[in-house]
């Protein structure tokens, strides 16, 4: 699906029709073409299932790394009362976001640790790549943005669940947002493929002890539903060895395990 097409149709009933069937497309061609990367494609379809209905009924859902709004939207459209608030640091996405989603609150810039200005690379012929990481090789187009914290941009509001999708930045959108985390104990889904320490210096491990210390557990999300135990740093760091478990995790607080595993066996109608 091209840029231009995704920008018009996302948040449609339209586009989020033909996002299943491109999912349903996808993963049944990659069972036969690549049957190592099938796990991957299914947890994908499971994570877009559950972060489009965990929210509670009048709660707050943050984007960090909206591109189109494919993932709010499809909660929105399960839950007309959610309070979307939405980050997306390409200026031109940003615009087409306030324009085809005006109740959601748009922040045109990247969430980090700090604030500040930082250089953007946009990839022009794969806008998913977007990243404040440098990429070697390839074409991308470096823009300045602003950044800003969390902690600073929200200050007093408290957050039901959280999707960080923000290619390899997503530590330092945590870091930024300690005092919110901690407060409000979101359910998190994140992205995370680092197999070594990256530009910015963010790892798996690193990743994997912040949340750990401050009492959030990681789940595949295919076990979020399941009396598995979570992921353990070794598990973690393995994970993001190919062949891949999942590019997508959840974290979940302690506090909240026992009722974000309920909510999921409802989401995706399974036992125990």
């Not at 977007?130 to 602003?146: A, D, E, F, I, W």
Request: proline fraction near 4%; charged fraction near 20%.
């Amino acid at each position: 699906m091209g840029n231009a097409l995704k920008s018009r149709i996302f948040g449609t009933a339209l586009g989020q029709a033909l996002l299943r069937v491109q999912q349903d497309l996808s993963f049944r061609t990659m069972s036969l073409r690549n049957p190592e990367q099938a796990g991957i494609r299914a947890n994908h379809i499971i994570a877009d299932r559950l972060i489009a209905r965990l929210c509670p009924r009048g709660g707050t859902f943050l984007d960090i790394g909206a591109q189109y709004g494919a993932v709010f939207s499809a909660a929105c459209r399960q839950d007309a009362t959610l309070n979307v608030i939405a980050f997306e640091a390409e200026t031109a996405k940003a615009a087409r976001l306030r324009e085809v989603f005006p109740n959601c609150q748009v922040f045109d810039l990247a969430v980090a640790e700090t604030e500040g200005t930082a250089t953007f690379f946009i990839n022009p012929d794969a806008s998913g790549y977007n990243s404040l990481v440098p990429r070697q090789g390839g074409k991308t187009v470096p823009v300045t943005v602003r950044m800003a914290a969390l902690d600073s941009l929200l200050p007093d509001i408290d957050v039901d669940v959280i999707k960080i999708d923000i290619e390899g930045a997503e530590l330092g959108a945590l870091r930024g947002g300690e005092r919110l985390i901690e407060r409000s104990k979101p359910v998190i889904m994140f992205e995370c493929v680092l197999r070594d320490t990256n530009a910015l210096g963010y790892s798996a491990s690193l990743i994997w002890q912040w949340f750990s210390d401050r009492g959030f557990r990681l789940f595949t999300t295919d076990r979020l539903a399941h009396a598995a135990p979570a992921l353990g740093l070794e598990a973690f760091i393995d994970a993001q060895q190919y062949p891949f478990r999942s590019h997508n995790y959840f974290a979940v607080h302690d506090d909240r395990i026992a009722e974000t595993r309920n909510r999921a066996r409802l989401i995706l109608g399974v036992a125990r």
